[in-house]
């Protein structure tokens, strides 16, 4: 009987080839298939231009497609789908890694499909390896310090609407607001309205080409890049 392989999902940081762990830099080199997520609108997959520089040569790679859509229906076939391909090769005795960006616990496609593989054979091999969160590594870069002492920290999504993210906002001492692009226009109005907009920073793209840093939130357009996020302070650091 075959000896099933291990599927690690590999937290990939947030953008610096660098910031990926040791553990992960390891488990990159060994590994037989490396699997990436990607739109099925293109093969493009940013997780996998991280991980780049540290796979072995000849290492196979799969990208797996998922559609950009809400229909749950699709969305639940394309995960099966992937699913499906992933066990496949677990089934080979083969061990992969799925590629995440940030961390693969924390708002990532590897939670969506560790829940899937598990629902289709809770016996396969799943581990997942920590990655450097977006809002650490945009800490660290402009020296914010995120919480001390009996300070709180909120991390929670921008895609959240207004009045439950007020809730939160009113019921902590620091935030950390991902998935900051897509309602940014309605999240600049409610730190204002809150008086932290004072207090916020707005981080695009950290560390890739491109990169922004925006000490005021004024100057922010209307929607951001894709990869964005709000560093809130109550008072200044």
Not at 10 to 34: Q, S
């Amino acid at each position: 009987m075959t000896k099933k392989g291990t599927l690690y999902g590999i937290g990939v940081g947030p953008g610096d080839p660098e910031l990926l762990t040791l553990k992960a830099v390891r488990i990159l080199g060994e590994v037989d298939v490396i699997f990436a997520a990607a739109s099925t609108k293109n093969d493009y997959s940013t997780a996998y231009a991280i991980a780049r520089p540290h796979l072995k040569d000849g290492v196979r790679i799969v990208q797996l497609g998922f559609p950009m859509t809400k229909d749950e229906d699709a969305l639940e076939t394309a995960w099966r789908a992937n699913a499906k391909a992933v066990a496949e090769v677990l089934d080979a005795g083969q061990n992969a890694a799925f590629l995440t960006l940030g961390d693969p616990l924390t708002y990532s496609t590897y939670g969506y499909l560790q829940r899937t593989l598990l629902s289709m054979n809770p016996d396969l091999k799943l581990r997942a390896v920590p990655g450097i969160t977006s809002f650490h590594a945009a800490a660290a870069r402009i020296g914010l310090v995120l919480c001390e002492s009996k300070e709180s920290l909120l991390i929670t999504s921008g895609v959240a609407d207004s009045a439950r993210l007020e809730e939160q906002l009113n019921s902590a001492d620091n935030a950390v607001i991902l998935k900051a692009y897509k309602n940014f226009d309605e999240i600049r109005a409610l730190l204002t309205k809150l008086r932290l907009a004072d207090t916020t920073v707005l981080v695009s793209r950290l560390g890739m080409d491109e990169e922004s840093i925006l000490m005021d939130i004024k100057d922010a357009p209307k929607q951001p890049h894709y990869f964005s996020l709000a560093l809130v302070k109550r008072s200044k650091a």
